[in-house]
């Protein structure tokens, strides 16, 4: 495999070598002349992707469309040709499933969605009754790939993986920093995703064997307005650090408090969960924000792909940073572009096949090479170390895609500012 | 178990933010009161507040504290064109309907906002955004302190406004007996249109405060309408004290269930405590007697 | 037959009997999509006609109808889930346990004499608490959900297979189809006939006028609880329904106050206190909420189809007060000779 030339391209070869020569030729070397054009030729799939664009989620929703968005041009220039037919479930599962038979009944390919995991359970339903490819963007609830589904992938790990990487990694970061922090307070979020993160901790944390001790787990309602006394609660019980799931708006609220509290720990870090890694999250708590480490699948600094995308959306959208949702949703798109192009088809049937053989070394998110296992589940996502430094999310563990040091236990509020 | 000083702290914060949730209620409880009108847009009113008071910020730089009259003033005039152009229609009309048109207004604010700022939440950034006075082992943040004060203020002049000026005291004549105010002569129609942009602008009032404390997203709106009703059902539907008082006790007790069980169970503390008003005192706690 | 018939005019009454044989041809010509939109549609019916009888033939207004969804559908989902009861089965708890729910809280509110926004409040608190309840209950999967086992929907067309399906509403959409069109002609029969008899009588009696209604003689408190209970068991039905259908359960889902407000505005669209308003509205809403969002799509901006929803509603409701279904019933000359029902 060669990477002398601009073209971007998986490392099992699937870019140039199935197409015409003159495509080859085209695609190769003028990869900014309108490589649309040139991939016309073959037949684009069309996928249909499904987010809440609408509705509580539309701010996350908004985020992953933008990685569809960005997907047709960049998988072009890759040889991948895919046509995106975007639908709103309104952050409503029962809007979900009409949409997905909507999208079916338009004559998509594939689906791609659905990022909550409600929604997600419902449209794999609707897929797996119409015989129809879905490959599964972002959603943690285990349930959705353990009934059985034919026609389902999931490019995302399980809440159980995620808690698994997540605690490995605050031992190990513990271990890189030479900090053995004795007690920790667990807040999360009782919502679907909150829930089964806790689970996952209670169930987990003996078998990982973690060096500290869970004075309390203090869950709060997902339309929390204020968490003054859930924080006052946890600083009443004076941990060494605070480990907490979240979502963006609590994590802000939660860590606001903690501020005005003067509430101190060794560090505050996440096992994997949205909100501290987010733009919104950064902006509005400035240097409060800074060091907040969250340990979740993260896209990979060190490939080519990764670094094309990343131009791609600073330009289209500047005030916008780029992270795991856009990135994760592009991700499931090319996996359905690639399947599509081996299958030589867009017969369910053989994508579905192509699909299953999936081997995908070189994609934008960390981890093994994209494969599915009989369940439809990606088991190669690997999860990194995110820590807020100077304004965004720097990495810092695994060392071999580490662009920074990690920063624990972490300066005082007081320090700060 | 924690010490006692934590349940003093708890039910100061739940105090603090008890009077900005009354601010909210106060609106709501005077519609009602006035109009017999329940304002299911109410939540969608104060995001919009919210949302009024972060573009004051942007562009002017003000301090949504001190955006209160702009914000009010404008989400005033909102409360009236909307009693003149649509709601007066339906001031006769049965529940049902009246609860549809709102649900349509609430639809509409929601989804408007929501093509207008897009779906990111948006914050004001005060200054004194993470300061907090210390008090004995306790912190109280500055931005609740003010935004209580506030929101005491503003109740005590709604509460001027009602007693010590003609068309305050109009109003309540509409209330008490709305025949009789049509037979000595008050235009009543106008009086509605006023108070329920009354009505609004303490919902904007309501969301200046609000930003301080939470960041806001379109979508905000409906569990707010709900807090609303709850306030005011507990202290009594059309009681401005009732409001005031109903507010306090959620914010109250939302925090001692925070402290006493588990935190995302406290709201169901809040629908127990309706319950069992409701039940014991239909008319709220400070409610009239008369249904 | 005699009394369903009784007082509607013949071209009405063919007009109904065609209208419901159109609907049982459907699935031949339609798959898929518009199979599902009318799934939608007859289950919002279901729903619509339940909260019918307690809002517009008793007069009780009640916010809180997704209570008995999510109990029906977790008492029979729960039943599945853990002893593998079928939903025909499950039905039966399904019944006694939103049955048993709507008699206290109607006894609550009645006995209490709270009324009005006060009773529809009540019904809101007693739906968000069991909500919260839920979310917390390990044993039905709190906030992470349940998840009913999802077999191949793909059946074989003999006899055997498609009375397996339909008895364990395991198979293709078009079963799930049949069960919720018949089980929305169910509702409309039941409720026609149940305003024929005394009942109704007196429900139409207690909405008018409670006091009158009192001075006659007529146990209000005793009606009013019929009306709620049997309410509230026809919504259970739907939770059945949905529960099989959507085999995935979340408390902050099925219990939201979204799917309460959700079901009652096809009812007031329609016309409430009609026969066929709860029938008429949820299909114009659920079609014209498709209708929207393909706009949407079209010019791809996010909101632009609740919004555009929200303006419906209101011209609806500012020119159509009393809902479409009296006003199409009028200009079909379909109107009943006797002036109730």
Sequence with gaps: MTTDDKTLKPAHGIGRRQFTGAAIAGAATLPVLHPLRLVRAQAPVRVGVLLPRSGFLSAIGAACWRGAELAPNILSDMGLAVEVVGADTESNPDTGRTQAERLIREGVDMLVGCFDSGTTAAVAQVAEQNGMPFVINIAADPAITEQGYQYVFRNFPKAPTLVMRGLGSINNLFEVTGTTPRTTVFMHINDTFGTAMSRGIQALAPRVGVPYEFLDSISYDPQARDLSVEVSRARALDPDFLMVVTRLNDAILLVRECVRQRFDTMGIISPGSPGMYEKQFADTLGPYAEYATTSVPWFNPTSPITT???????????????????????????????????????????????????????????????????????PNIDTVVVQIQDGGPVVTAPVDIATAEAVFPVPSWADRG | ???????????????????????????????????????????????????????????????????????????????????????????????????????????????????????????????????????????????????????????????????????????????????????????????????????????????CLLIMVIDVTPHLGA?????????????????????????????????????????????????????????????????KRSS | MRSLFEGVPARAAWGLVCVIVLLYLAPLVFGGYVLSVLILCCYLAVLGQAWNVMMGFAGQLSLGHALYIGLGAYASGALFFHFGLGPWIGLIPAFIVAGAMGALIGWLGFRFGIRGVYFALLTIAFAEFVRILFDHWGWIGGSSGMFLLVQNRNIDMDAASIANA??????????????????????????????????GYYWLAIREDQE???????NVLRYKLLAVVISAMMTAFGGVFYAFYNNTLYPESIFSIDRSIELLLGVIIGGIGTLFGPILGAFALTWLGEGLSITQEWFDIAGLKLLTYGVAMLAIILFRPAGLWPWLRRLLGMEERRPDA
């Design chain 1, 308 to 378: 094309e995308l990343q131009s791609q959306f600073v330009a289209e959208f500047p005030d916008q940073t780029f992270e795991l949702n856009p990135g994760f949703t592009f991700e499931a798109l090319m996996i359905c572009a690639d399947a599509a192009q081996r299958a030589g088809s867009t017969n369910a049937d053989d994508l579905v096949a192509a699909l299953r053989a999936t081997e995908i070394a070189e994609h934008p998110m960390y981890g093994g090479p994209i494969q599915f296992d009989e369940e439809g589940q990606n």
């Design chain 2, 1 to 207: 178990m924690l010490p006692i000083e934590f349940y003093f702290d708890a039910a100061i914060k739940g105090l603090l933010t008890g009077s900005v949730y009354a601010m909210l209620a106060v609106g709501l409880s005077i519609i009602f009161g006035v109009m017999r009108v329940v304002n299911f847009a109410h939540g969608e009113m104060l995001v919009a507040g919210m949302f009024g008071a972060y573009l004051v910020f942007v562009t002017l730089g003000l301090d949504p504290i001190l955006a209160i009259p702009i914000v009010a003033l404008v989400m005033f005039l909102f409360g009236v064109a909307l009693q003149r152009g649509l709601i007066d229609r339906f001031i006769t009309a049965p529940e049902h309907q009246q609860f549809l048109v709102l649900i349509g207004v609430a639809l509409i604010l929601t989804n408007g906002l929501d093509m207008i700022f897009g779906p990111d939440a948006r914050n004001v950034q005060v200054p004194y955004a993470f300061a907090s006075f210390e008090v004995g082992p306790f912190f109280l943040d500055n931005v609740r302190v003010y935004s209580a004060i506030a929101a005491l203020a503003l109740i005590a002049l709604l509460y001027l406004f009602f007693n010590h000026t003609l068309t305050g005291k109009a109003i309540r004549a509409c209330a008490d007996n709305n025949r009789g105010a049509q037979v000595v002569g008050l235009n009543v129609s106008r009086l509605y249109a006023i108070t329920f942009g009354i009505g609004a602008a303490c919902a904007g009032a309501a969301g």
């Design chain 2, 223 to 287: 569990d707010f309408t709900l807090l609303a009703f709850t306030i005011v059902i507990i202290g009594g539907l059309g009681s401005m004290t009732g409001a005031l008082l109903g507010g306090l006790l959620i914010g109250v007790s939302e925090a001692m269930a925070g402290i006493l069980i588990q935190p995302s169970l406290k709201s169901s503390f809040s629908f127990g405590l309706l319950i069992l008003v409701l039940l014991l005192r239909p008319n709220g706690l400070l409610g």
């Design chain 3, 166 to 199: 339909f008895w364990t509403l395991r198979g293709p959409n078009w079963v799930f189809y049949y069960v919720i069109l018949t089980g929305m002609v169910a509702c409309l029969v039941t409720v026609r006939l149940l305003m024929r008899t005394r009942v």
């Design chain 3, 212 to 218: 009158a209604a009192q001075a006659m003689g007529i």
